[in-house]
């Protein structure tokens, strides 16, 4: 059975910690490996370390973080409403 969360959090680095910590009780409670939950954590600090420093270019804004868990797969969405950022400008 699928588990399902959301998170709302700010455009503030000082929130990752507590989105990976989310990731990994929902990922172990689902049997996924250490080195899985790792990378998994990594991809989803960076996407949000990029909308804060690239997207809200460190101003206020929100975050949501919506998540989809299951023994099979793990598949996390990041919304936010930040301007668009074109790396190749």
């Known amino acids: 059975m699928d588990q399902l969360f ?3 959090i700010k455009s503030d680095i000082s929130e990752i910690p507590g989105v990976s910590a989310s990731l990994e009780t929902a990922m172990q ?3 996924f ?3 899985d ?3 998994t954590q990594l991809a989803v600090e960076e996407a949000i370390t990029n ?3 690239h997207g809200y270019k460190n101003g206020c804004g929100e975050i949501i ?3 989809r868990i299951n023994p099979y797969q793990a598949e996390v969405r990041i919304k936010d409403t930040a301007p668009r950022f074109d790396p190749l400008s």
Request: aromatic share 0%; glycine share 6%.
């Open 51 to 53: 909308i804060i420093n």
């Open 6 to 8: 959301e998170m709302t």
């Open 29 to 31: 409670a689902h049997g």
């Open 37 to 39: 939950i790792l990378d």
């Open 33 to 35: 490996s250490t080195d």
């Open 65 to 67: 973080i919506s998540c």
